[in-house]
């Protein structure tokens, strides 16, 4: 079953209402690299704080950390990265293009049909030198994950949050991976950002919690406006497990390009801890209070990328539709998610219409993120709002002088309401919280 929007489109759209450019693009780009513009920064954001309010604001069991991207390289010995995080890669012996042995069909390459190099291990770290002096003594590495920063601070964080076990350590943060075959958009890129939490239990107690994550991230999606119909679970076998996983669920979503990997939730077991404290000679353990019993933890980890994130919620929000015998391109994208809240658009750029428009766009900025608008026609302003998943518009016309009333238009619904400016930003804010838009009883207010 193909999903419905082809990338192209959703590149487009990203270029076009500054949402995604591509990185370096004046001196031609930088394959995988891309930058979040006006839109998209707010989007991202919004992505960010959406997940940290339900994973770590809403629960008295999670708390957040926030820890550097380069780490001691002993991190990566003991995390098994440096030995097995690793993608098999073959090269074209015409050609020299690289591929993953596991995306090319048969032995000859893709592009130009030359014969392939037998596949031999690459690993995904980037490696850089930290100081002045470059040699094996100063190599770090980018981490691939921010899982490890959280492992290393277990002991720091249980001793200073003072919190019990169950307890999740959350971070948000960049990861980067030399991936052999990036693209899709941000799909699969080299720089990426992620949202992990390493949720500590009791062993014996972990499939439960598994069990209770896979559903808690799958439902967030949903709640986020997501097609239950465009999400789905899969297993891992047993081959395909990552080094550290004892068990593992990925949330895929239906991408332009098929169903792929949204979001992983795996049970790391005690892989982790038992690592570090090996390698660091630190005791990583816990002592429940109640029993006395120590233990080393185990872990479930739901891992999730900002950027695949926002590809899906772009995706599943874009609709093009007819209106009226013209094309519409909207983004329905939930409200807590879209990048202006609202938009202040005088009909005109009538000298009579600014002040009053410029004052109701100062009403609702500090409210919310606003945006004003005042050229070209309102059909075309309209357009652009829709674009980027506006949720209401708000129009100052010459009536609006007299009554001090403005319309309010929905942008899913094209529904309009008459409300008063006195307390508008009240009104949008109920509107934005999930009040219904009853365009009857507002219009029957007006008419009084
Ligand atoms: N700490 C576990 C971990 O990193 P993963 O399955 O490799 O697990 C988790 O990554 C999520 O991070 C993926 O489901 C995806 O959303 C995102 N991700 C991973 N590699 C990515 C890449 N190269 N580009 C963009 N997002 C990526």
Not at 171 to 193: A, C, V
Not at 276 to 283: F, P, R, T, V, Y
Not at 322 to 334: A, F, M
């Amino acid at each position: 079953m193909p999903a419905k929007v082809d990338m192209d489109k959703i590149v487009s759209l990203c270029k076009r209402r500054g949402f995604i450019f591509p990185s370096s693009e004046i001196y031609g780009g930088l394959a995988s690299c891309w930058d979040y513009g006006p839109m998209g920064v707010e989007l991202k954001r919004n992505v960010k704080e959406a997940w940290w309010k339900t994973m770590v604001q809403d629960r008295d069991d999670v708390v957040g950390l926030d820890t550097s991207i380069m780490m001691h390289p002993g991190v990566w010995a003991a995390s098994g990265h440096i030995d097995n995080f690793t993608d098999p890669l073959v090269e074209c012996k015409s050609c020299h293009l690289r591929w993953r042995a596991d995306a090319v069909e048969g032995k000859k390459c893709p592009q130009c049909s030359g014969e392939l190099t037998e596949p031999r291990m690459f690993n995904l770290m980037f490696k850089t030198f930290m100081g002045p002096v470059e040699g094996e003594g100063s190599i770090v590495y980018l981490r691939p994950e921010t899982a490890q920063g959280i492992f290393v601070n277990f002991e720091n964080v249980v001793t200073t949050s003072r919190k019990k076990l169950p307890l999740g350590i959350a971070q948000i943060g960049k990861s980067f991976r030399n991936e052999i075959t990036p693209g899709n958009f941000i799909f699969r890129t080299r720089e990426f950002e992620h949202m992990e939490v390493e949720y500590f239990v009791k062993p014996g107690t972990d499939e439960k919690w598994l069990d209770y994550w896979v559903k808690e991230r799958f439902d967030w999606y949903v709640k986020l406006g997501i097609k239950k119909e465009n999400l789905r679970l899969r297993q891992h076998g047993k081959d395909e497990l990552a080094h550290y996983a004892r068990d593992c669920y990925d949330i895929e979503y239906l991408f332009p390009m098929g169903w792929s990997e949204l979001e992983g939730i795996a049970n790391r077991g005690d892989f982790d801890l038992t690592q570090h404290a090996k390698c660091s000679g630190k005791e990583l353990s816990y002592r429940d209070a109640e029993g006395g019993e120590k233990y080393v933890p185990y872990v479930i980890e739901p891992s999730a990328g900002v950027d695949r994130s926002i590809l899906a919620f772009l995706v599943d929000a874009y609709e093009e539709e007819d209106v009226e015998g013209e094309k519409r391109t909207v983004l329905h994208l939930h409200h807590s998610l879209a990048p202006i809240k609202v938009a202040v658009l005088p009909l005109s750029r009538n000298e009579k219409l600014t002040p009053l428009a410029k004052e109701v766009f100062r009403q609702l900025c500090p409210k919310f993120m606003t945006d004003y608008d005042d050229s070209q026609s309102i059909g075309r302003r309209y357009r652009r709002q829709d674009e980027i998943g506006t949720p209401f518009c708000v129009t100052i016309d010459f009536e609006s002088l007299e009554d001090k009333q403005v319309t309010i238009r929905e942008r899913d619904s094209l529904a309009q309401i008459r409300v008063p400016i006195e307390g508008l930003e009240k009104v949008i804010e109920a509107k934005l919280k999930g009040e219904a838009f009853d365009a009857s009883t507002l219009w029957a207010t007006r008419q009084k």
